[in-house]
């Protein structure tokens, strides 16, 4: 058992689209270009999400999707399963048909694993998931504003005739 690519991609869009709805409706275009996911794929997710009143739509110019409800109230057990994704670790659906004779030996153990999975999606709000999202751009922008000062500085300094300094960053004269 996994989760497939349809879940994947929803949990991902509706990120992106909680990410940036402050400024308005969010295009689906916008976010295929950024997640690099088909626009026809996501049309598919988004029809499925809006069918379960997580997401809606604006038409017109200026139009797209925002969230239906707040991000606190998306688990993303809600999002896997409005986009249909099936979550069952056990072999026969949950069906407890296993073999010919019923269940099999095993049916309990992936029936719990199964409950657990479920439980532990319903637990992680999409408010959670933004929220982490925000403070890994905010350090990968530390980060680069770091390097860009360090190489700043580097152009500074010359290296190709290299002369000892004072603190000051001047040239120390040196006896001939």
Request: net charge neutral.
């Amino acid at each position: 058992m996994r989760l497939t690519t349809k879940g994947r991609f929803a949990v991902t869009a509706m990120i992106d689209l909680a990410l940036r709805q402050h400024t308005g409706p969010v295009t689906l275009a916008g976010i295929s270009q950024r997640q690099k996911i088909s626009l026809s794929y996501l049309e598919q997710l988004f029809g499925r999400l809006r069918r379960h009143e997580l997401v809606e739509s604006t038409r017109g110019p200026g139009g797209g999707y925002s969230l239906a409800r707040s991000m606190k109230e998306i688990s993303v057990a809600d999002i896997i399963f409005a986009v249909d994704e099936p979550l069952d670790a056990t072999q026969c659906g949950g069906n407890q048909n296993c073999d010919d004779e019923g269940q099999c030996m095993t049916h309990e153990l992936w029936e719990n694993l199964t409950r657990k999975m479920i439980e532990f999606l319903d637990s992680v709000t999409l408010n959670e998931l933004v929220d982490k999202q925000r403070k890994r751009e905010s350090h990968e922008k530390g980060q680069q504003i770091s390097v860009l000062r360090e190489h700043r500085a580097a152009l500074e300094i010359p290296t190709s005739t290299l002369q000892p300094i004072n603190r000051e960053g001047l040239r120390v004269n040196q006896p001939a």
